[in-house]
DNA sequence: CATGAATGAGTGTTCATTCAT
DNA sequence: GATGAATGAACACTCATTCAT
């Protein structure tokens, strides 16, 4: 956690080191990752990152944990909160939410995927995990109700089914969609302008699909 | 590419410099993969990595897009070929196929699916890029084909299938895999006898579920 | 030595930062010792401890010069003062007191002998150089004083008899204490209730066997 | 211990740099030692010192515990071995020897002196702890096997002994000889002719002084 | 063809001290 | 009188790559 003396910073002392550090995390994994380059951008001194936080650790868990998850909360906040009935078309809003957001944000998608994949650097394991599990949780339960209702086939494992949203839906999403803005999602991290290649019904259209796919599959609802 | 004096090595010199160099990068991302440890385990000088090849990413190349490929081919082709009249039978082989070489051979594995991770670092995106578009581009058409012989949704986008066999139902089946033996990818490489936690009707079970999920979802079928 | 600040501190917080102070630097060598952590244990501001003292040297200085040997005598206060007829009476009462005290105050002790270890840093080296000096000229009129009343060799050079009590002394019955405890200063200051484990016998014993070595070597009385 | 490389240098660059260190070492604690200033001192690269030793405290490990008593024994073999019929003859002859060894090398003295001073450092205590048990070990089989041949008192606890002349002894005729030079140890260091100014006799005055204290303090002696 | 010593820029981290508030 | 943010030099250590032998 940071240290008192960040919070007391000026606030756009503050705002400009916090985005510096995304910047940099969202960038490169962790190792690669360097705290003198986001000092020296930030014109402070060396030591002075060393008053905020413990260490490297210290200041990637914090982004991870606090600052991505806020940021990412305040910016669902202004948009309308997504509604549905059912699961599926629940599931469709959220998708709409979670892509729009990806596209408006690259950096923060970026830092919550990375969560998702795997690490073998000890020094970040403990954090990945936590985040993970907590996810994996959410889904579960999520999943879980929906079966409750009827609304997914009673014979689904709800573990599978957070699997498949967590990692499975999460990842085919971003590759279909870096790949109709024909850009991975570092180059489009610092080209985010690519964003209007990608109509809005192309969007619809993708995600239709995916949840047409899933409707069928997780539901056997009969085809249409 | 390695030079010729990589080949005129005696076999078993560099079959050890092989395998230690997939240990190397199978367990760390590109960037921390360190030549001075291959080869201060291999026990050769180090020039002589560079007498083998231009350089890391040289090596790195190589292995990515020969070696392993070849080596996965060589595994295959020791087991019977997987067989299915139709499209959903092939692929419940293949990913019985594919999800027990990942048990056997964790390190190719992780060497593959590194691939599919994206990755900001200029020295590997070429290497990765060119990789992911091969294997796009198979997947794209054996979709297609499918699809033009009645077995999918005609509806259906050759390219998202694509995205969906190589990027969402890998990571679905990965998920899951290490989910059920309680590890994650790394920590399986270095103790791959927990394979043995997973007993071969899991698998199937997981495999089926899965596959029924797609077949639902992808071909339209009715439920059965 | 400190400022007028320091002395118009309420007590406790005086106390308390002295308290840390003898802590951080029995526990370290000047240079390693570091106000950083006092300041931050004693839940101050950085600043103020500058407002106390002109820097660490002086802080050290004063620790050393003034405070160590005030919290000497008042502990020597408080018990009876070391009676004996002659010099070897009075030395082995002094030498009990003296362990007993150490034993009591690690910290203290430890402060007091750091003093006698050679050093080379300059910021220490006056400090170090001027209480050592102070010590022996002390001991050396001891000595001379009881040459003069024929209590000791005629013959005996004085400041070798100083050099014997400061040095040679010191560090034999040190070293043998902490033999017998089975630790080394340092693990002892962490763990003081190892005292347990030395009986008041031992004790007795080790110091009757080094005061009558000196008996028989300093004053060449005969063997009983 | 040193790697390979270390000797497979030139005699002269090796033995330049293993001067460097043992300046570096000898004149300040492990901790304020800089492999930094060796390396500059030296005109090596930064990197070159790795190359040689595995950090900073294999290197100073090594210099204490293979090279220091190397050099020491090398210089002894110069000289005519120390002989003595009884163990006081033999004493003698070895502070002789000793005192003359630290005047004409006083950064391994020194070295040699470190191990036995106490030390909260984690990264050198057990190199300490290891050199100061060999030596204690030894005089203690010196003392006992002279108690065994009655030349010692027999009620002199042999660990007390050796306590005595590993710790006492030395600090007491280290502070002797360096309080008749006029420095300290680290002043003399860098300034070695003051061994001129402590005659020959005044050594042999001062050893003989102790030697007959320990004589009759140790085996009882009558006073001649 | 093998060797292995040399390089030097790069990393995270610590700390006494200053000074505006 | 207290505060605490800022500083920057210093440290140990790593690594891909070069090149003379």
Redesign the interface.
């Known amino acids: 956690m940071p240290k008192e003396t960040f919070f007391n910073l000026p606030e756009d002392k503050r705002e400009r080191i916090v985005q510096l550090a995304i910047e940099e995390f969202s960038?490169?994994?962790y190792?690669?990752a360097s705290l003198s380059r986001i000092v020296s951008r930030a014109g402070i001194a060396k030591g002075s990152i060393y008053q905020y936080f413990d260490n490297k650790a210290d200041l990637y868990g914090w982004l991870l944990t606090e600052e991505t998850p806020r940021r990412k909360l305040a910016w669902f906040a202004e948009k309308a909160p997504p509604e549905g009935k059912d699961f599926f078309s629940l599931l469709e809003a959220q998708l709409h939410a979670g892509l729009r957001f990806g596209l408006a944000n690259p950096r923060l998608a970026?830092l919550g995927?990375m969560v998702l994949?795997?690490?073998?650097?000890p020094e970040v394991?403990e954090i990945h995990?936590r985040l993970q599990q907590a996810g994996q949780e959410m889904m579960r339960a999520v999943v879980a109700a929906a079966v409750a209702r009827g609304e997914l086939?009673a014979?689904?494992?709800p573990?599978?089914g957070a699997?498949?949203l967590?990692?499975?839906?999460?990842?085919?999403l971003?590759?279909?969609m870096y790949?109709k803005l024909g850009v991975?999602?570092?180059a489009y991290m610092s080209d985010p302008d690519r964003a209007d290649r990608l109509s809005a019904c192309d969007l619809d259209q993708?995600i239709r699909?995916?949840v047409?796919?899933?409707?069928?599959?997780?539901a056997?609802e009969?085809?249409p």
């Open positions: 960038e490169r994994p190792r690669q970026r995927d994949e795997p690490t073998n650097d394991r995990e086939r014979e689904l494992d573990e599978l699997d498949l967590m990692g499975g839906l999460r990842e085919l971003n590759r279909a790949r991975s999602t570092y993708m699909e995916v047409q796919l899933l409707r069928l599959g997780l056997g009969e085809r």
